[in-house]
């Protein structure tokens, strides 16, 4: 890939023409072709096609002399490798349509068009000639290419013999050829483009004439039409001048009698042309691509001139099929326009409901009758008749017709303000019945003169009618709904009680309808009171919970929210309601939960602020009680976000008692109510904002108590995985992890609380007396706070991990930005950061849970271990490492001390002992620290053992800290005398792991997406460091890799003469290693 990069790039650089002609013809040339020559069959193809590119690109800059000698090389080189033929074919071809003749003026058009003809041309012809028992789709266009610059006499004279000369291959017994041919005739089509397809479809049909041959026909010209019609907006209209050729080869192979071959199972399976007739798909991409206004109707004349013909149900079926087709095809017509559309749509209409001898009355008494009303002027502005068919199959056409109006409707935005549309549609009222659901509602100026009419027959239709899903009662009841939400059409009192009597109301609950919900919606907006409604509206509950259909639960919720909002109900009908929904909050299937919450929600947001208020206690109760023991995430998430508009929508009476709850829960001594209480009070949080900021003393000492509880759980044989049942084996885990949430939006909504003037002592003097008692229980509660929460990020839970890594997120943003408030915080003390670091790491080699804790894990550890090197930079920059480690606190030695544990539980503290012990100032000390050395050296050991995603994460966290850690190349130390030894060098450090990750030095399959991530992220460091200072890091690390790679080898060498048998247990264990990486590739 990199190779192919790399010529990709050269070849724009000589298209510039900035390279000199003689090193491009004595280098470059040569250089290439050799490329082009060693690359593989089938592995190096991207290298293949980048070096033709590029020699190409070259030819296009020669003069007409140094092309065709560039050509004659080329044919000479076709003699001599027969084996590069393909390869050199292509090249051929390329050169050929770089070519240009208005850059050669040095040389008139007429001798280069004669030198081709004479000498180029017969090259290609002896090679068609040699091969005539192949195909060769490569030499055919390669011809094409040179006809192209010949004149078009002497064009049109050559190419009859290519497109015969393929087209014979069709008639080939094996399939294989056969689509070898079709191939190759398309892509001779692509290069004469679509103005030859009627040439090649004359071909076609003179060499495929009877039998089987039809069959070939079909399915090659729809193949050729899939390759040309790629785009049908750009050649819309092309096909225009062969309409009558494609037509004649669909109606062939459709109604013809080869089409009664394929319904012989024996000869349908003996080919692949015969299992599946093609020209449906051809019918559908020519009635995408002509032009509509001009030739929709011959296209359709293939369908109506069998319809005045005694037809059998074969062909009957096979008339529909083509009309669906010939109605997909005109769908995606870009050619036609709405009022063309509709125009093509009335016609047919009127036509057909004229051949079935139906009257429409005064209005509408023949084709030709005058219509009183300027509105439909735009649909009647046509000929007299548009089809004549047998009344007995008219329906077919009228139902394409009316198939294509619900589609088109059905797809586009409908806007009342559109004038045009408003005009097209009117003419509709009159004829269409299926279609009314959809533009009842527009203001249409027909539609309320025949609304009493419209309403008489659509109430017959459903009294008469008990299921609802019928094929006439479903449209009916869609209209009913579409009407009563209309204001220009009114049903009485009378109708409506008619409508809320119906058979399927009765029967809802055992045969639940959306069209009878969404009708039943409709009548509850006209308010009709009467007692049936009460009854149904009892039925509708019940569906909302126990139903298991998504819509029809929806829909349900709709009209009971409808309901209670609307109608004026008791105060004991309205606790009735309530009861029940509360009740069905122990549903035992979710989804029921689900629907009962969304419905509480809607109402805490709608009702009334008193009713809600009256109800606030005994609706938080419930809630609580499904927060804390609902099994389902989903409707706990539901569950709080109802308490959380409960909150923000009652009033302060009553908000203070849900807070003193919550508050009495979370200071007890019963852990099973420490979640929940904790969630509570986060929702508190985000409603009262600064209301809450004086309660936030009474809940740092419980939090800090459940923290230490959790953080004292002994981790260390779950350090490296986590763990499948949580609940069972982590205690506290629960309560920590809400307690943490509740603290990150305490941080998040009180940011000066992170920070005081007393750095990091939180400070409430604005909101209530700042005591010395309490600034010691806050200092307390501080330094265990932090503590704990460092412990978290290496908790087996990935949830408390997650939360402790966001909260630390807040921490180191609010710490650069409070500038004297992080004088003497965590920012300051190098202990705590190596160890925050270490974990922060480590949090890689676990899987994330999503984007957002592995963003805020990538930059917590940027931002530690840069705040680490700039602070032990500027601590120690002139002493030695003992001198600085004695200089350290206590507290900070421990931190060390656990930060390289969590690095290395084996040898951490002996690399601890071997740092602070030795005394190794040098004139590099300014620019490393050992510390930083021993957590980067660890950080590419981590990475070699990681899983491929964890890898890539890490590749990420590489780039960010390179540009912080790493010196920028105008350094001084870009110079090779002043870096300092390669196990203390950075770059080095951070290039080593990303080199053995992209050149395959880590000991397992690396997958490609990997190692291209690797190149990336090196990359980044290259521009960094700079080229020289990269050029230099590599090298020293080739060279420590080849070193490492040659000792293995003569140990092993040595191990099988000095222990033959050791020798071959290890041959054995990379044999089955082999055939494992074999399978897994496969």
């Known amino acids: 890939h990199r190779r192919a990069r790399a010529i990709h790039r050269f070849r724009i650089v000589v298209s510039s023409g900035t390279i000199s002609e003689v090193i491009t013809n004595e280098v470059f040339i040569p250089l290439l072709f050799s490329m082009l020559y060693e690359a593989q069959d089938g592995k190096d193809e991207h290298i293949k096609s980048a070096c033709i590119e590029a020699l190409a690109a070259i030819s296009g800059l020669m003069k007409w002399n140094q092309c065709y000698a560039f050509l004659i090389k080329c044919f000479r080189e076709l003699t001599l490798k027969s084996d590069k033929q393909k390869t050199l074919l292509k090249l051929i071809g390329s050169v050929l349509d770089h070519f240009r003749f208005s850059e050669l003026s040095s040389i008139p058009e007429d001798a280069i068009q004669m030198c081709v003809q004479k000498k180029l041309l017969p090259k290609i012809q002896k090679l068609l000639a040699s091969d005539s028992e192949n195909i060769n789709a490569n030499v055919s266009l390669v011809a094409l290419k040179l006809l192209k610059l010949l004149p078009s006499e002497t064009m049109e004279l050559h190419i009859p013999t290519i497109v015969h000369r393929i087209s014979g291959f069709l008639k080939h017994r094996l399939e294989s050829v056969r689509d070898n041919a079709r191939s190759a005739l398309a892509a001779c089509l692509h290069e004469l483009g679509v103005e030859y397809l009627q040439f090649v479809l004359k071909s076609l049909r003179g060499a495929l004439r009877r039998g089987s041959e039809l069959h070939i026909l079909g399915y090659t010209l729809n193949f050729l039409l899939s390759k040309v019609l790629v785009n049908p907006n750009t050649i819309c209209g092309m096909l225009d001048y062969c309409l009558d050729d494609i037509l004649s080869v669909i109606k062939i192979e459709i109604l013809g009698d080869v089409s009664e071959e394929k319904e012989v199972d024996k000869i349908a399976s003996k080919m692949k042309e015969t299992k599946k007739q093609k020209s449906y798909e051809t019918l559908k991409l020519t009635a995408q691509t002509i032009t509509f206004k001009n030739h929709a109707l011959k296209l359709l004349s293939l369908v109506t001139a069998h319809l005045n013909k005694e037809l059998t149900p074969k062909v009957m079926s096979r008339l529909q099929k083509m009309l669906n087709h010939i109605a997909a095809g005109i769908q995606c017509n870009p050619s036609a326009n709405q009022t063309e559309l509709f125009t093509f749509i009335y016609g047919l209409v009127k036509d057909g409901l004229d051949n079935e001898g139906l009257k429409f009355g005064k209005r509408h008494v023949s084709r030709t009758g005058n219509v009183d009303t300027e509105d439909k002027s735009m649909l009647l502005d046509q000929p007299k008749e548009f089809i004549c068919v047998d009344g007995r199959f008219s329906h077919l056409i009228t139902a394409f017709a009316l198939g294509l109006l619900h589609s088109y409707l059905d797809r586009i935005k409908i806007k009342k303000d559109d004038e045009e549309l408003m005009k097209l549609l009117d003419g509709f009222v009159s004829l269409l019945v299926r279609c009314l659901s959809l533009i009842v509602w527009l203001p249409l100026h027909s539609l309320q003169a025949e609304s009493d009419e419209m309403k008489r027959a659509l109430l017959v239709i459903a009294q008469g009618s008990v299921n609802a899903k019928s094929e006439l009662t479903d449209p009916c009841l869609k209209l009913l709904a579409t009407l009563l939400h209309s204001s220009r059409v009114t049903l009485s009192n009378d109708q409506l009680c008619v409508l809320i009597q119906l058979p399927l109301f009765l029967d809802l609950s055992k045969t639940p309808s959306f069209t009878a919900l969404k009708l039943l919606k409709a009548i509850v907006h006209r308010k009709l009171v009467v007692p049936e409604i009460f009854d149904v509206i009892q039925v509708v509950a019940e569906l909302m919970v126990q139903n298991q259909s998504d819509p029809i639960r929806k829909k349900c919720s709709e009209i009971m929210l409808q309901f209670l909002l609307g109608y004026p109900l008791s105060n004991k009908r309205l606790q009735q309601n309530l009861d029940f929904l509360l009740a069905n909050l122990r549903y035992e299937h979710s989804t029921g939960r689900e629907s009962v919450l969304e419905m509480l929600h809607a109402i805490i947001l709608k009702f009334p602020l008193e009713a809600v208020d009256a109800q606030s206690q005994i609706l938080f109760v419930h809630l609580v009680a499904v927060l804390a023991n609902d099994d389902s995430s989903k409707v706990r998430s539901m569950t709080a976000s109802a308490i959380k508009c409960l909150i923000g929508h009652v009033g302060p009476h009553s908000r203070q008692y849900i807070l003193d709850y919550a508050l009495s829960w979370y200071v007890s001594s019963k852990q099973n109510l420490w979640a929940t209480s904790a969630q509570v009070l986060g929702l508190l949080v985000e409603v009262m904002r600064d209301g809450f900021k004086m309660y936030v003393k009474r809940v740092f000492p419980v939090m800090k108590n459940i923290l230490q509880s959790a953080a004292g759980f002994d981790s260390s044989t779950e350090h490296e995985h986590d763990i499948s049942d949580h609940t069972s084996v982590v205690p506290f885990w629960k309560e920590a992890y809400y307690s943490l949430v509740l603290f990150e939006k305490i941080l998040r909504e009180f940011p000066d609380l992170i920070f005081d003037m007393n750095h990091e002592v939180m400070h409430f003097t604005d909101v209530f007396t700042y005591t010395y008692d309490f600034h010691i229980i806050l200092r307390t509660f ?170 890539k994460i890490t590749f990420k966290c590489i780039e960010s800290i390179s540009s912080r850690l790493l010196l920028p190349s105008s350094s001084s130390a870009t110079q090779d005398d002043d870096l300092p030894p390669p196990t203390h060098d950075y770059a080095y450090l951070i290039l080593l792991p990303l080199y053995k990750v992209c050149e395959g030095h880590t000991g397992k399959v690396i997958p490609d997406d990997v190692k291209r991530e690797g190149e990336e992220a090196m990359d980044k460091v290259r521009d960094v460091i700079g080229m020289r200072r990269f050029v230099h890091v590599r090298n020293e690390i080739r060279k420590c890799v080849e070193g490492k790679r040659d000792k293995r080898k003569r140990e092993h060498k040595i191990m099988a003469v000095v222990n033959p048998t050791r020798h071959a247990k290890r041959k054995l264990r990379l044999a089955a290693k082999h055939r494992d990486h074999k399978r897994r590739k496969v």
């Not at 922060?840 to 705040?867: H, M």
């Not at 002992?913 to 050991?941: D, E």
Request: proline share 4%.
């Open 782 to 951: 501080r330094q265990d706070m932090w503590e704990s929460i460092s412990d978290f990020l290496l908790h087996p839970h990935p949830w408390l991990r997650d939360i402790s890594s966001r909260i630390y997120s807040i921490y180191f943003a609010s710490g650069s930005k409070e500038n004297d408030a992080r004088k003497k915080s965590i920012l300051t003390k190098p202990g705590t950061l190596f160890h925050l670091a270490s974990s922060f790491l480590c949090q890689l080699k676990k899987p994330q849970t999503d984007g957002r804790s592995g963003n805020a894990v990538l930059k917590n550890l940027e931002l530690s271990i840069y705040c680490l090197d700039s602070l032990l930079l500027r601590r120690n920059g002139h002493d030695d490492d003992a001198l600085f480690w004695s200089n350290l606190e206590t507290s900070e030695k421990a931190r060390f001390g656990k930060g390289f544990d969590v690095l290395d539980r084996i040898k951490g503290r002996s690399a601890l002992v071997s740092i602070t012990c030795s005394s190794n100032a040098n004139r590099h000390r300014k620019q490393w620290s050992p510390f930083i050395c021993y957590f980067l050296q660890r950080m590419g050991t981590i990475l070699l053992h990681m899983e491929p995603n964890e890898m």
